[in-house]
C-alpha cells in the first residue's frame, strides 16, 4: 500500500488474498482505507469475516496476546488452511508458526519475488519501492531483489 503496488496482488500466479474485516477496521488512516476499499472492490482483495466457531474460538484465544487484526489473520488462515502475509515478527511470528504452520508466513519481501517472477515488476522497479520503504523503516538485509533471485 506505501508503494502503491496492492493491485499486483490481482496478478500473483496460483495466489488469492483475502484480508480479515478486523483488518480493515484497524486502517484508520482515510487515505489507506479508500486504497484497500479499491482493492476489495476490484476484486483484488476479498474480504473475509470471523463467521464461524471454529475461527471465533481461535480469534478470542489469540485476541488477548495480540492485536484483533493480527488475531483475525491467525485464526481465518489456521482453520482455512490458509497462508498468512505480514512482516510481523515477535509474539505474532511464533503463533502463526503455532496455529499456521513453520512456513506458512509470506512477508512483503516475498511478494515482491512473486511479483517479479510473474513478470508483474521488474527488479528495479522492486528495487526502488524498496528504497521508498525503507524511508518508512522497512529494513531487509539485502541491497537489491537480484542478490536473493540470482
Known amino acids: 500500500m506505501h508503494v502503491g503496488r496492492l493491485g499486483l496482488?490481482?496478478?500473483?500466479?496460483?495466489?488469492d488474498?483475502?484480508?480479515?474485516?478486523?483488518?480493515?477496521?484497524?486502517?484508520?488512516v482515510p487515505e489507506q482505507r479508500a486504497v484497500?476499499?479499491?482493492?476489495?472492490?476490484?476484486?483484488?482483495?476479498a474480504m473475509v469475516a470471523c463467521c464461524n466457531v471454529h475461527v471465533i474460538g481461535l480469534f478470542a484465544e489469540l485476541v488477548g496476546r495480540l492485536g484483533r487484526g493480527e488475531s483475525?489473520?491467525?485464526a481465518i488462515a489456521a482453520t482455512e488452511g490458509w497462508f498468512v502475509a505480514s512482516d510481523e515478527r515477535g509474539r505474532f511470528l511464533r503463533e502463526a508458526d503455532?496455529?499456521?504452520?513453520?512456513g506458512r508466513v509470506i512477508t512483503t519481501v516475498d511478494l515482491f519475488?512473486?511479483?517479479?517472477?510473474?513478470?508483474?515488476?521488474?527488479?528495479?522497479?522492486?528495487?526502488?519501492?524498496?528504497?521508498?520503504?525503507?524511508?518508512?523503516?522497512?529494513?531487509?538485509?539485502f541491497r537489491s531483489f537480484r542478490e536473493i533471485l540470482e
Not at 9 to 15: E, Q, R
Not at 36 to 45: E, K, P, Q, T
Not at 98 to 102: D, E, F, I, M, S
Open 9 to 15: 496482488l490481482a496478478g500473483i500466479p496460483h495466489h
Open 17 to 28: 488474498f483475502a484480508v480479515p474485516d478486523h483488518v480493515r477496521e484497524e486502517v484508520t
Open 36 to 45: 484497500l476499499d479499491a482493492a476489495v472492490d476490484g476484486g483484488w482483495l
Open 72 to 74: 483475525a489473520c491467525i
Open 98 to 102: 503455532a496455529r499456521v504452520g513453520v
Open 113 to 141: 519475488v512473486l511479483a517479479i517472477k510473474a513478470g508483474l515488476l521488474s527488479i528495479e522497479e522492486a528495487d526502488a519501492d524498496l528504497l521508498t520503504l525503507g524511508s518508512r523503516r522497512f529494513r531487509v538485509s
